[in-house]
């Protein structure tokens, strides 16, 4: 896993001094190595950290050139499939300096052009530049695990790995586009090719682009799409098969993702998804499985350590367990710094601390994301199915008017987001159901700025959708949004701000393929019921004491936390926050609700981190 930078344009004056205090800026990505690359004419730059994993030798180092020295590339990430692409390449006449997936990528790019891209299995972003062509090749993998920003405008394109890199540009403007400040408090993250800073975009999942140098024009284009769900009249083959084949995609993708010239280990919560990816690695590795946990004691469901201790010792694999004891509010600014934008996932702190363990002992983890999103395991699933029947039987007005009433119901009420979109077509309900900040709130909140909030937010969020049935819909909207927005960037950044490489064998494509395109919604979420296809597999491997209907997951009992050093932190970002940006009385409202015990923790939480984000990049409104 590594860092990587660059900036191309018609009128050139690129050096590597631009391209090497971008780089500097992510370190922590890699801390192995570091490199520039300047074309003779000045119009091309690239920077990269490395990270090594696959070939230690300085034969890895990027930016890496082609034979012919006519292709560059910079890039993060992983190919799974290297080797079998190397096979085939060399049966074709292709020959290959090093044992780095970095040089196959050059060499299929040789012989299949920007169709490569498709043909590459793994976790991916890079930017390669073609001097016969006069472009730059830019393309993100299928899940968005690998994180890719750009700035195009004035005859010119930067790209980065992180946001941070972008901003070190000289002369780079810092403004919030108050769009993506609006996605934001709707959410928690900013969505699809948005960013809170103007002027700069993220490439989407399974999406590539070209840049011509000469004429300045860029074209993006999806590569790759979430297949259409089956029906259930299209299936032919039995639940037991579906398990089968489900448990040999996913030895092949565990085995293909322990590959790695560094020690390996499992993120292993007790959960459902990582125990499995646990149970696969133990049935296909011929190295002892290590398996790491962060606990917290005395905290109730948040303490999931005994669970992930049962699997472990189930396979008995070499397990670590670090005690998660409320960490200082010192890591909040230094979280916020990591993180480019703003998120407010305060998972992200468990994410960090359990990462900082594993790069005590390995440089590379196994984790268990995508499996809610690909197999239906989160609880508003059931949500859904319960809106069907209210759709059905209860006449529009009536909804209407229920949701209606529900707006003045106070935020941090349990509910209130379900009964606003009762009102509203499926796809702007499913839209509404997480909402951290309703329309109405969220108007008045920026109203020092303005604004006039229509809920812009949610209905971009709807048309993310995908599917047939309701289920198919809010699974498909949650992979393109909040899978990639939130959970893969709070991997990606907690885990890289140690330098570890995290990898999701749930997130392999043919995995995602199977799971869209294979798996009817009977084994997804029927009514009362999540995630049945894991689960018929998790009875088959995993211990039968293990309890598989609680929902899991790294997490933080921040409404605890909230009551003491926490709480008071948060207040005093908040209370000595800019006027100018949000309505102070609205703030003091959300605090005020906490504190009377509604659910307003999270929306602190993002709020603050929003706030310290601004001050610690100085960005302007």
Known sequence: MCGMCGVAGRIGGFDSDIVRSMADTMTHRGPDDSGTWTAPDGTVAFGHRRLAIIDLSPGGHQ?????????????????????????????????????????????AYRRWGTDCVKRFRGQFAFGLYDASARKLFLARDRAGEKPLFYAHGGDRLIFASELKAIMAFPGFDRRVDLTALNQYLAYGYVFDAGCMLQGVAKLPQGHAATYDIESGKLDVWPYWQLPEPVHAKQVTASDDDLVDELHELLRDAVRHQLIADVPVGIMLSGGVDSSLVTAVAAEVSSLPVRTFNISFPGHGTHDESPFARLVANHFGTQHSELAGEAATVDLLPALAHQYDEPMADSSMVPTYLVSRLIRKQATVALGGDGGDELFGGYTYYEWVHRQSLVRRF???????????????????????????????????????????????????????????????????KARLAHGDSAVQRAMGMDFRSYLVDDILVKVDRASMLTSLE????????????????????HLRVPRGQRKVLLKKLAKRLLPPQLDLERKQGFSIPIDTWFKGDWGAFMRDVLRSADPALFDRRIIDGVIAGQERGLSNAHRIFALTMFELWRRDYKVSI
Do not use: W
Not at 83 to 93: D, K, N, T, V, Y
Not at 98 to 103: A, C, F, H, I, V
Not at 426 to 448: E, G, I, W, Y
């Open 394 to 460: 209860v006449p529009p007005p009536l909804r209407l008017a229920v949701s209606k009433a529900a707006t003045a119901l106070p935020s941090g009420l349990r509910g209130r987001n379900y009964l606003i979109g009762t009102g509203r077509d499926m796809d702007t309900s499913l839209a509404q159901a997480n909402v951290f900040f309703d329309t109405a709130t969220r108007a008045r909140l920026l109203a020092p700025l303005g604004i006039s909030n229509n809920g812009t937010a949610e209905r971009k």
């Open 502 to 521: 995290v990898r999701a064998p749930l997130l392999d494509p043919k995995i995602i393929e199977f799971a869209y395109g294979r798996v009817p919604d």
């Open 63 to 107: 930016p890496m050139h082609d034979a012919s020295g006519t292709l560059t590339i910079t890039f993060n990430g992983e190919i799974y499939n290297y080797l079998e692409l190397r096979a085939e390449l060399e049966a074709a006449g292709h020959r290959f300096r090093s044992q780095s997936d970095t040089e196959v990528m050059l060499e």
